[in-house]
């Protein structure tokens, strides 16, 4: 009789355990594996949904399963690697703890080598609800790697991919924003880090639109002197200024018709700004020296790495000016949030680069048994870095690794490659809780139990004082506050941007760096405290912004 109690009882907790976990999961979305890297590289990007894990069940990850497809394909295929193991790792839900997030890799009697986020997995190991949320890098047998990270099916649906490249949850959301807003007129504002591809956004933009075959014309405002602004935007009729021996169209003018994209336009000069704004409003331009106005067709894109309010509270950009452009708003995504993405750009940019010069075959196997010319184990490394300069510098790391290669049959990494994965390494703790129980092997029906974790320093446990401490003990440098703080750079790189009243370098002016100058007597140390940015990050901002 007690043992039906309990066997009712075991079925009923089962049964709450599975819907508590289906709505975790309809909420954080199911957990997939993506080919980051493979000896076949025309796989990268191939994914398999893992939704057994949502109804409790332990998934087998080998050379046999599970199948894997490109997003959108029906038919899929398991990894096939010979140098992989029939024998599976298991990933497995705790049970008992529906909503945790969390889940376990066993691979005690796996032979494949197998390592999560750099760390090899023996016996038993606990992937945690934030390492998922990030992403954990798996390396296979030397040859293959594949992440295991979250995903919202919702957000993904077959269509144009409007020349972006990726089939990241971030990046569906970035394709659905600018479906949306592509046959209107309004003005877009394009946010996002430095190197993010916002040219790129624009130009999908731009193309989705009905101005399609109109021109797409650019600008980078932060590359315009603040005299030669205004006759830059709007044109200047001759004799207006010394120089202007003949008519001068602007670009928007030039945009007639189509669509102007203004970048960095936050570094548009304040006495230029009313200008942009009248053109927003009444679609007339005034060019310098001339008495009548010009009426223009034309859809301005904008796009900032700024902090524009914060810009506006300074009194360096006008607020209605910033209203108008934020009308409508697309953020790019970093490339540390599209970590899913990484083999599909890291071998685009590969494959760019080597036909450039007709080298492209390199990353094609002759057979089975030869090896890939980039190894597996760079390319997991490099998946794990924080990439502060997002596609823009894993384009130059890719450029590096071919042409440093140039005249080998293998890529070769060079200095500043090493110095780069020296980096991945030099900080980052154990992603993964290893624990090895005595309990039987993982079965699909026998999930492993929870045991006691070893306890590892969660970013949730560093308070904003503490961390604010910590950047100004390391004069705002990102690695030594990592390693002071004991958490991996890309968790306080995150944890900077949630920061209320931060800044990065990128939204300082040039009258405010100016003005540090002139109070710090242009003492750069001083001026790191001033304005509490890193050294470099300062060298950086006042070289692009000609004060260096």
Same mark, same amino acid.
């Given at each position: 009789?007690?043992?039906?109690?309990?066997?009712?009882?075991?079925?009923?907790?089962?049964?709450? /355990?599975?819907? !508590?976990?289906?709505?975790?999961?309809?909420?954080?979305?199911?957990?997939?594996? *993506?080919? &980051?890297?493979?000896?076949?590289?025309?796989?990268?990007g191939?994914r398999?949904?893992?939704?057994?894990?949502s109804?409790?069940?332990?998934? /087998?990850?080998?050379?046999? !399963?599970?199948?894997?497809? !490109?997003?959108g394909?029906?038919?899929? %295929?398991?990894?096939?690697?010979?140098?992989?193991?029939r024998?599976p790792?298991? @990933? /497995?839900p705790?049970?008992?703890?529906?909503?945790?997030?969390?889940v376990?890799?066993?691979?005690?009697?796996c032979?494949?080598p197998?390592?999560?986020?750099?760390?090899?997995v023996q016996?038993?190991? *606990?992937?945690s609800?934030?390492?998922l949320?990030l992403?954990v890098?798996?390396?296979?047998?030397?040859?293959s790697?594949?992440l295991?990270?979250?995903?919202?099916?919702?957000l993904?649906?077959?269509?144009?991919l409007?020349?972006l490249?990726?089939?990241s949850?971030?990046?569906?959301s970035v394709?659905q924003?600018? $479906?949306q807003?592509?046959d209107?007129?309004f003005p877009v504002l @394009?946010?996002?880090e430095t190197?993010?591809g916002?040219?790129?956004?624009?130009s999908?933009?731009?193309?989705a639109?009905?101005? %399609?075959s109109?021109?797409l014309?650019?600008l980078?405002m932060?590359?315009v002197?603040?005299?030669?602004?205004?006759?830059?935007?709007?044109? #200047?009729?001759?004799?207006s200024f010394?120089?202007?021996l003949r008519?001068?169209p602007?670009y928007?003018?030039?945009?007639h018709?189509?669509?102007?994209?203004?970048?960095?336009?936050?570094e548009?000069p304040?006495?230029?700004?009313?200008?942009?704004?009248r053109?927003?409003?009444?679609?007339e331009?005034?060019?310098?020296?001339?008495?009548?106005?010009?009426?223009?067709?034309?859809r301005?894109i904008a796009a900032?790495d700024?902090?524009?309010?914060?810009?506006?509270e300074?009194?360096?950009?006008?607020?209605?000016? &910033?209203?108008?452009?934020?009308?409508?708003?697309?953020?790019?995504p970093?490339?540390?949030?599209?970590?899913d993405?990484?083999g599909r $750009?890291l071998?685009?940019?590969l494959r760019?680069?080597?036909? #450039?010069l007709h080298?492209?075959?390199?990353?094609? $196997?002759?057979?089975?048994?030869?090896?890939?010319?980039l190894?597996a184990?760079?390319?997991?490394r490099?998946?794990?870095?924080?990439?502060?300069?997002?596609l823009?510098q894993?384009?130059?790391?890719?450029r590096?690794?071919?042409?440093?290669?140039?005249g080998?049959?293998?890529?070769q @990494?060079?200095? !500043?490659?090493?110095?780069?994965?020296?980096?991945?390494?030099?900080v980052?703790?154990?992603p993964s809780?290893?624990?090895?129980?005595?309990?039987?092997?993982?079965?699909?029906?026998?999930p492993?139990?929870i045991?006691?974790?070893?306890?590892y320093?969660?970013?949730?446990?560093?308070?904003?004082e503490?961390?604010m401490?910590a950047?100004?003990?390391?004069?705002?440098?990102?690695?030594p506050?990592?390693?002071?703080?004991?958490?991996? %750079?890309p968790?306080?790189? $995150?944890?900077?941007e949630? &920061?209320p009243?931060l %800044?990065?370098?990128?939204?300082?002016?040039?009258?405010?760096i100016?003005?540090a100058q002139?109070?710090?007597s242009?003492?750069?140390?001083?001026?790191?405290?001033?304005?509490?940015v890193?050294?470099?990050?300062?060298?950086?901002?006042m070289?692009?912004?000609?004060?260096?």
């Open positions: 009789m007690s043992f039906e109690r309990d066997e009712i009882l075991s079925t009923v907790w089962e049964g709450v /355990a599975e819907r !508590q976990s289906r709505r975790s999961d309809a909420r954080d979305g199911s957990l997939a594996l *993506t080919i &980051l890297c493979h000896p076949d590289i025309r796989r990268v191939e398999a949904v893992l939704r057994e894990l109804a409790g069940h332990a998934v /087998a990850l080998s050379r046999l !399963q599970p199948e894997l497809a !490109q997003p394909e029906n038919l899929g %295929r398991p990894l096939a690697d010979r140098r992989m193991s024998t790792v298991w @990933i /497995a705790l049970p008992h703890a529906a909503g945790t997030g969390a376990h890799l066993d691979a005690r009697e032979p494949t197998i390592f999560a986020d750099g760390v090899q016996g038993v190991h *606990t992937l609800k934030e390492a949320a992403g890098v798996l390396e296979l047998s030397s040859r790697v594949l295991l990270h979250r995903i919202q099916a919702s993904h649906r077959p269509g144009d409007l020349g490249v990726g089939h949850d971030a990046v569906a394709r924003r600018i $479906l807003v592509a209107l007129d @394009i946010r996002g190197g993010t916002k040219e790129l956004a624009a999908a933009i731009h193309a639109s009905r101005r %399609r109109g021109p014309v650019s980078n932060g590359a002197p603040a005299s030669l602004a205004a006759s830059e935007l709007f044109g #200047a009729v001759k004799g010394t120089g202007a008519d001068q602007g928007f003018q030039r945009a018709g189509g669509s102007l994209f203004l970048d960095e336009v936050g548009t304040v006495e230029v700004q009313p200008l942009l704004l053109v927003l409003e009444s679609g331009i005034q060019r310098v020296g001339a008495s009548t106005p010009v009426h223009v067709d034309v301005l900032t700024s902090n524009l309010e914060s810009a506006v300074q009194g360096r950009f006008r607020g209605p000016l &910033l209203h108008r452009l934020a009308g409508y708003e697309i953020l790019l970093p490339l540390r949030e599209r970590r993405d990484f $750009l071998f685009h940019f760019a680069e080597l036909r #450039a080298e492209e075959e390199k990353l094609l $196997l002759q057979n089975e048994t030869e090896e890939p010319w190894g184990s760079v390319v997991a490099l998946a794990r870095h924080p990439w502060p300069g997002n823009r894993l384009r130059n790391v890719a590096e690794l071919v042409v440093g290669s140039r080998f049959p293998k890529a @990494i060079g200095p !500043q490659i090493e110095r780069l994965l020296r980096e991945v390494t030099e980052a703790p154990p809780l290893p624990v090895t129980p005595a309990i039987d092997p993982v079965r699909p029906d026998t492993p139990p045991t006691p974790a070893i306890k320093r969660s970013p949730s446990e560093v308070s904003t503490e961390l401490a950047l100004r003990a390391n004069r705002w440098e990102i690695k506050t990592a390693a002071q703080l004991g958490i991996a %750079r968790s306080l790189y $995150l944890m900077m949630k &920061l009243g %800044r990065k370098a990128g939204d300082l002016g040039r009258a405010e100016l003005e002139s109070a710090c242009g003492n750069l140390e001083a001026m790191v405290d001033h304005l509490e890193s050294k470099p990050a300062l060298l950086q901002r070289k692009r912004l000609g004060l260096a």
